[in-house]
């Protein structure tokens, strides 16, 4: 241990193991607390110039009050891979943005590239909050004029909700349950849900459509299916318009290259498969860990189907369209084709031009062998089908972003707080 330059004190009469333990706790506190603090205050004070930069050029705050011809979504989770891109579709189509994050899995650096990318006065606003603070949620409503709400914001690991159940079911079945009740409090009619297709389980009859009972066999898929049954009771007795997407895995990013996935590193071992592909291929770690092999599929491994996140942005703005208020709809969104794991790291391979190794390993806990969409329902209704469903070269759009961007987002990219 280092004194720093100080006096030593004269001796003191001995005290009791305990409290010079607690003395000694507190004394390592002190330098996080204050560096969190700091921090804290730093974050804040970004959000602040945010806030101001996008305001009306004549000073008023624009966001609080309904404007004819613009809708107001409210987007929670913005500043994550799935939530930025569907902000920055609803920019392009000229739709006002709010969004709130935590930044405890999103990245600020991907606020800061829409912000550069739709500059104009009253057309984006960051909001830092937590959406389990439900005075903070509700304050939040009461000071803007919202007409819709997509709410992505949701912790969303398989294998991390089976080591930490409770965690999800706060974040992801709690939290809706505060964003609906401020939905009611204030008067917002159309809610556009991102939920799973873990809340189907492990079906026995492949493809899996809207009808196929859900039995979700980890915490994740519980968590959001306990979200949806709360969102349709409470739509029985509103007049609230419900769209409510079960999507599967996502992959890609944005074709232009200004959004990607930048996951937290400390989060590798539950991350997407994509980016444990990508960090293989870039050397981040020395090689890709597949996890089952002994499934009831063709080759052994699990068998998903991976749906382009344009694609699925596109779902969202399609869906948004065509809520209605007192109606719920309910569609799957995936491609209608499933691939193998081993399929994918082929694909990846090809993608990024490394031979990635593969270490295969045993199961992951909570996960199922095979699981498709049957997506025609979506394709009826609503006119929606995916378009990017050449494997290769959405890994390949996604791997390019990655090159250009080995830290993601940069030092915003990491947690703040």
């Given at each position: ?10 001796p003191?009469a001995?005290?009791s ?7 000694q ?8 607390l ?30 609080s ?15 994550g891979?799935?939530?930025?891109h569907?902000?920055a ?25 829409l912000?550069?990318?739709f500059?104009?006065?009253?057309r ?7 959406l ?16 819709a ?20 079911y ?26 799973t ?23 994740y ?16 007795k509103?007049?609230?318009?419900v ?6 895995n ?9 959004l ?13 498969i ?8 870039s ?11 002994d ?12 749906i ?14 065509n809520a ?41 806990p ?6 498709y ?10 006119n929606w ?7 290769k070269?959405?890994?390949s ?21």
């Amino acid at each position: 241990m280092f004194a720093f330059g100080r006096r030593r004190s004269p001796p003191r009469a001995p005290r009791s193991p305990g409290l010079i333990g607690m003395d000694q706790i507190e004394s390592r506190r002190r330098p996080h607390l204050l560096a969190k603090v700091l921090l804290a205050s730093f974050l804040t004070i970004l959000c602040i110039v945010i806030l101001r930069h996008s305001s009306g050029s004549d000073g008023s705050n624009v966001f609080s009050r309904h404007e004819t011809g613009v809708t107001h979504v409210l987007v929670t989770g913005g500043a994550g891979y799935i939530g930025s891109h569907a902000a920055a579709r609803l920019l392009r189509d000229s739709h006002r943005v709010t969004i709130v994050d935590n930044l405890s899995r999103g990245n600020l650096g991907a606020i800061k590239v829409l912000q550069k990318q739709f500059p104009g006065p009253g057309r984006l606003q960051f909001i830092y909050a937590d959406l389990g603070d439900s005075g903070a949620v509700n304050k939040i409503f009461a000071e803007n004029a919202f007409d819709a709400v997509m709410h992505f914001a949701a912790v969303a690991y398989v294998g991390e909700s089976t080591m930490d159940p409770l965690r999800y079911y706060h974040n992801i079945t709690s939290n809706t349950l505060i964003v609906l009740e401020a939905m009611a409090t204030h008067g917002v009619k159309k809610l556009i849900y991102s939920s799973t297709c873990a809340t189907y389980g492990e079906p026995s009859k492949m493809p899996i459509t809207e009808e196929t009972p859900q039995v979700p066999i980890n915490p994740y898929g519980k968590a959001k299916k306990m979200a949806e049954d709360i969102i349709q009771d409470y739509s029985r007795k509103s007049e609230i318009g419900v769209m409510i997407l079960r999507y599967f895995n996502v992959i890609g990013s944005d074709p232009e290259g200004r959004l990607g996935e930048a996951p937290r590193p400390e989060l590798r071992e539950h991350g997407r498969i994509s980016g444990a592909c990508f960090d293989a291929a870039s050397g981040v770690i020395p090689g890709l860990k597949v996890r089952g092999t002994d499934y009831s599929t063709p080759d052994g491994t699990c068998i998903r189907d991976y749906i382009d996140v344009t694609d699925l942005v596109d779902a969202h703005v399609k869906a948004l369209a065509n809520a209605r208020h007192s109606e719920v709809h309910i569609y799957n969104v995936g491609t209608g084709k499933g691939r193998s794991v081993k399929e994918f790291v082929e694909a990846c391979k090809a993608a990024t031009g490394v031979n990635i190794t593969v270490e295969y390993l045993d199961r992951r806990p909570g996960d199922y062998a095979e699981v498709y969409s049957d997506p025609s329902k979506i394709y009826q209704e609503l006119n929606w089908t995916a378009k990017y469903t050449d494997l290769k070269k959405s890994l390949s759009i996604a791997w390019d972003w990655r090159k250009k961007h080995p830290d993601g987002y940069g030092f915003s990219s990491r947690a703040i707080i």
